[in-house]
C-alpha cells in the first residue's frame, strides 16, 4: 500500500516541523546539560538545518527580504577581510558563528514565508505551535519546582529556577512572545483548556525569576484583560487570588528575593543589567578609535572584552575568552562597526513597521498581539540585549512576522481582485 500525501497535508508537516519540536529540543538540550552531557546540542543542530534551508531560499528566490538578507552577509564578509588586513589574523569559525546568529530570524522568515505561499494558508497551525512551545515550558518549570529537579536562575539561595533551560533570558523571551500568542488564541475561541495553558505558561515566567519575565507577564496579562471582554469575569477573579497570593509569598520569602529586589532598585536608579560588560566593551572600543566605528575590531572586540571583564572587571586572573557583551548594540557596533549595526537594526525595525501596518490595514486584538510580541522582541534586544542573537525568541517571532507579511500580501491581492471585479 503507497502512502500519498496531498500539497495541503504536506504543508501542513513542513510547518509543524518548523515550530512544535521546537520546545522538546530546548528541553533535550537541558536535560543533557543536567546531566553533564552539554555537548549534544540537539537544538543547535536542529536550527543549523532551519538556517541552511533558509539560506537556499535566499539565493534562489527574488524579493526585498532576500535582497536585505544578502546584503547582510556581503557587508559582513567585506568587513571581515578589511578587519583582516593585512596580517590575515581570523577566526572564521567565531566570526561566522556571530554572523549565523543575527541572520537566523531573517533566514525563518524568509523559509516560513516561502512554505505558506507553496502549501497555502495555515497561519493558525503555525499561531497554535508558538502557543505549543509556552505552555509545555510552564509543564517543566512546575515539574522541576515540585521534584527539585532542574537547573537554577541563579546562585544558591536567591529565588528562580530554570527547569532544563540553559539561557534564562532566552527562554524568558521565548515564553512572553508565546504568551502573547496564547492570549491571541483564547481571544478568537475562550475554552478553559486554553485558559489554562495561558496560566501554565505565567507559572513558568513567574518560577523563572527574571525580572523581564515577571513585568512582561504583568503587562500582557493585564493588557490583554482589558480587551477580552468576553473573559473578564474569568481572568480577573484569577488575576485577583493570584495577586493576593503572590503578596503573601513574597512577605514570607523576602530572603530568597533580595536579589531581585536588588536589581530592580538598581534599574530605578539608571543602572544597565549589562553594565560590567558595557565598560569593558567601551574600553576595548578604545584600542582602536580609528576604525571602531567604521568597521569595528571583529574577533579582537569579543577577545579583549572578555578578557578585561573577566580580569578588570570580576577580578579573574588568566583568562583570555571570546565574550559577547549581550547587549544588541555592543555587539554588533563593537564586532562590526557603526554602519552595519545600523543596518541590523533597521532591518529589525521593518519587520516591526510591517506588523504596524497589517494592524492599521486590518485592525483587530489578533494583530494587536502580534504589534505587542513584536515590541517584545524589539525593546528587549534594545534595552536588555541578547534578543536578535538568541534561538529561541527569533525563531518564534519570525514565525510571526512570516505571518504578518503573508497576511498583508492577502490583503494586497484581496484588495486588487476586488477592484478587478468592480
Known amino acids: 500500500m503507497k502512502l500519498q500525501l496531498s500539497s495541503d497535508q504536506v504543508g501542513k508537516i513542513l510547518l509543524i516541523l518548523l515550530v512544535y519540536p521546537v520546545i522538546w529540543l530546548d528541553t533535550l538540550y537541558g536535560v543533557f546539560s543536567f546531566l553533564g552531557l552539554d555537548a549534544l546540542r540537539v537544538s543547535l543542530l536542529y536550527r543549523t538545518a532551519v538556517l ?29 577581510v578589511i578587519n583582516s588586513y593585512p596580517v590575515g ?4 569559525i567565531a566570526e561566522f558563528t556571530q554572523l549565523t546568529r543575527w541572520l537566523y530570524p531573517f533566514t525563518v522568515v524568509i523559509l516560513t514565508l516561502a512554505t505558506l505561499e507553496r502549501y497555502g494558508a495555515h497561519d493558525q497551525l503555525l499561531l497554535r505551535g508558538i502557543a505549543y512551545y509556552g505552555w509545555v515550558f510552564g509543564a517543566f518549570m512546575l515539574f522541576s519546582f515540585a521534584t527539585g529537579l532542574g537547573i537554577p536562575s541563579y546562585d544558591e ?8 533551560y540553559v539561557g534564562g533570558n532566552d527562554i524568558g523571551l521565548a515564553a512572553l512572545i508565546s504568551l502573547a500568542t496564547m492570549l491571541v488564541l483564547l481571544h478568537q475561541r475562550f475554552t478553559w483548556w486554553r485558559l489554562t495553558k495561558i496560566l501554565l505558561c505565567c507559572a513558568g515566567l513567574v518560577l523563572l525569576g527574571t525580572k523581564a519575565g515577571w513585568v512582561g507577564t504583568l503587562l500582557l496579562v493585564g493588557g490583554f484583560t482589558l480587551l477580552f471582554r468576553r473573559a473578564r469575569w474569568v481572568v480577573l477573579p484569577l488575576l485577583l487570588v493570584g495577586g493576593i ?12 528575593l533580595a536579589y531581585q529586589v536588588a536589581q530592580v532598585q538598581a534599574l530605578v536608579k539608571g543602572a544597565n543589567p549589562r553594565e560590567r560588560l558595557i565598560q569593558a566593551a567601551e574600553g576595548q572600543l578604545e584600542h582602536y578609535p580609528d576604525k571602531a566605528e567604521l568597521t569595528g575590531g571583529s574577533y579582537s572586540f569579543y577577545a579583549g572584552s572578555g578578557r578585561d ?4 572587571h570580576n577580578n579573574t586572573t588568566g583568562v583570555e575568552t571570546f565574550k559577547a557583551i549581550e547587549q544588541e548594540w555592543y555587539d554588533l557596533r563593537g564586532g562590526y562597526g557603526v554602519p552595519f549595526a545600523v543596518y541590523v537594526f533597521l532591518c529589525h525595525l521593518l519587520l516591526l513597521v510591517l506588523t504596524a501596518a497589517l494592524l492599521i490595514r486590518r485592525p483587530s486584538v489578533e494583530h494587536v498581539g502580534f504589534f505587542i510580541a513584536s515590541c517584545l522582541y524589539i525593546g528587549h534586544g534594545i534595552f536588555a540585549g541578547h534578543a536578535f542573537v538568541s534561538g529561541q525568541p527569533s525563531g518564534l517571532i519570525a514565525i510571526l512576522y512570516a505571518v504578518v507579511i503573508y497576511r498583508l500580501e492577502l490583503g494586497a491581492l484581496s484588495a486588487e481582485c476586488r477592484s478587478q471585479r468592480d
Open 52 to 80: 541552511l534551508l533558509g539560506l537556499i531560499i535566499v539565493y534562489t528566490r527574488s524579493g526585498v527580504l532576500s535582497w536585505l538578507i544578502q546584503l547582510m552577509i556581503l557587508s559582513w564578509s567585506v568587513i571581515l
Open 89 to 92: 589574523d581570523i577566526q572564521f
Open 157 to 164: 539561595g536567591v529565588y528562580g529556577i530554570k527547569s532544563f
Open 245 to 256: 497570593w503572590s503578596a503573601s509569598w513574597i512577605q514570607t520569602n523576602q530572603e530568597t
Open 309 to 312: 571583564y573577566y580580569v578588570t
